[in-house]
């Protein structure tokens, strides 16, 4: 198994910058991809980005694209979340998660171990 603690998040001002950290212990080499996640009050939970433990191959929602950047320190088994230009539509809880495949990684149901989540409220 795998263990997710995130950390780094906070409230912020519209249009400013936050990172989120993902700390992965355990057995991460059977989770070759971490994924960011999303819950907002009344809304489901929904993909934000992911990226390979191996080669850095990222993915990320369109909603996202541009603005954050997710990227891994294999020595520091952690992956970082930079958010840039925040609005306040991107307040939510945030979790990282961890899936043992390297496909479809968009889909909720493709991921195993889930962190607790960091909170981000991004204000007018």
């Known amino acids: 198994q795998v263990q997710l603690v995130e950390s780094g998040g906070g409230l912020v001002q519209a249009g400013g910058s936050l990172r989120l950290s993902c700390a992965a212990s355990?057995?991460?080499?059977?989770?070759?991809?971490i994924g960011w996640f999303r819950q907002a009050p009344g809304k489901e939970r929904e993909f934000v980005a992911a990226?390979?433990?191996?080669?850095?191959?990222?993915t990320y929602a369109d909603s996202v694209k541009g603005r954050f950047t997710i990227s891994r320190d294999n020595a520091k088994n952690t992956v970082y979340l930079q958010m840039e230009r925040l609005k306040p539509e991107d307040t939510a809880a945030y979790y990282c998660?961890?899936?043992?495949?390297?496909?479809?990684?968009?889909?909720?149901?493709?991921?195993?171990?889930w962190g607790q989540g960091t909170q981000v409220t991004v204000s007018s």
């Open positions: 990226v390979r433990w191996s080669d850095s191959s990222t």
């Open positions: 998660a961890a899936s043992g495949t390297i496909v479809n990684v968009a889909t909720t149901s493709r991921y195993d171990s």
């Open positions: 355990g057995r991460t080499f059977r989770f070759p991809t």
